[in-house]
C-alpha cells in the first residue's frame, strides 16, 4: 500500500537553529500535503496545506514566516521550523493524498519530534 | 470552539469490557474517518464512512455514521490491551479541500489485562 515516510523521526536542537523536516511519498504521486502540530496526549492540529509547485495554504494563527513549507516535487514537501524556540516543541505530523485513490484517503507520516532547547 | 466534539477524552477499563467513543458535530461532513494512534507514530486508518446511517464493521470494532452525517460512533467489543492507544475521528467538509481534515480532540483508551 501506499506509504509516506517523514524524517527526521527525531530532532533535538538549540533555540535559535532551525530544523527541516520531510515527508516523502514512497511509491504514489501527492500534489497536496498536509502538516500537523500535535501537542501530548492531544490531537492534531492542522498547520497547513502544501501544494506541489506553488505557494502553501496556512491555517489561521500558524505564522507562515516561522514555519516554511516548499513542495517542489510531486514527492516531496518539506517543513522548516525557522528560529525554533522551547515553545516549537512538539510532534510533527505530515499527511499525503493518494491521487489514485478514488475514495478519500490519506496516508500518515511517523511523525517527527522536535524538542528545542 | 471545536468543530468535532469527541467523547470521552479518556477511557479507562478492564480487559473484556465493551466501550463506545462520540464525535458529534453541528456541522455536515461528506466523510468521517476512524484513526489509532500510538505514542510516537502517525494515526493509522482504521476505516472511512461516507453514507448517513452507515455501519461497519472491524472485527471487534463497530462504526456507525448518523443518519444526518453530523454525528459517528466507534464501539469496541470485548477490549483487549492491544487496544490501547489514542483514538481520533477525522470529518472531511464538503467544499473544502480535499484530504483536509478536522479531528477532534481524540480519545485515550487504556484496557488493564
Known amino acids: 500500500g501506499a506509504v509516506v515516510s517523514q524524517h527526521p523521526s527525531r530532532v533535538i536542537c538549540k533555540s535559535g537553529t532551525s530544523v527541516k523536516i520531510e515527508c516523502r511519498s514512497l511509491d504514489f504521486q501527492a500534489t497536496t500535503m498536509f502538516w500537523y502540530r500535535q501537542f501530548p496526549k492531544q490531537s492534531l492540529m492542522l498547520m497547513a496545506t502544501s501544494n506541489e509547485g506553488s505557494k502553501a495554504t496556512y491555517e489561521q494563527g500558524v505564522e507562515k514566516d516561522k514555519f516554511l513549507i516548499n513542495h517542489a516535487s510531486l514527492t516531496l514537501s518539506t517543513l522548516t521550523v525557522t528560529s525554533a524556540h522551547p515553545e516549537d516543541s512538539s510532534f510533527y505530523i505530515c499527511?499525503?493524498?493518494?491521487?489514485?485513490?478514488?475514495?478519500?484517503?490519506?496516508?500518515f507520516g511517523s511523525g517527527t519530534q522536535l524538542s528545542v532547547l | 470552539t471545536q468543530l468535532l466534539e469527541q467523547s470521552p477524552q479518556f477511557l479507562s477499563i478492564q480487559e473484556g469490557e465493551n466501550l463506545t467513543v462520540y464525535c458529534n458535530s453541528s456541522s455536515v461532513f461528506s466523510s468521517l474517518q476512524w484513526y489509532r494512534q500510538e505514542p510516537g507514530e502517525g494515526p493509522v486508518l482504521l476505516v472511512t464512512?461516507?453514507?448517513?446511517?452507515e455501519v461497519k464493521k472491524l472485527k471487534r470494532l463497530t462504526f456507525q455514521f448518523g443518519d444526518a452525517r453530523k454525528d459517528s460512533s466507534l464501539h469496541i467489543t470485548a477490549a483487549q490491551p492491544g487496544d490501547t492507544g489514542l483514538y481520533l475521528c477525522?470529518?472531511?467538509?464538503?467544499?473544502?479541500?480535499?484530504?483536509?481534515?478536522?479531528f477532534g480532540q481524540g480519545t485515550i483508551l487504556t484496557v488493564h489485562p
Open positions: 499527511s499525503a493524498r493518494d491521487l489514485g485513490q478514488t475514495n478519500e484517503k490519506l496516508f
Open positions: 477525522a470529518g472531511a467538509k464538503r467544499g473544502t479541500s480535499y484530504g483536509k481534515l478536522t
Open positions: 464512512v461516507v453514507t448517513g446511517g
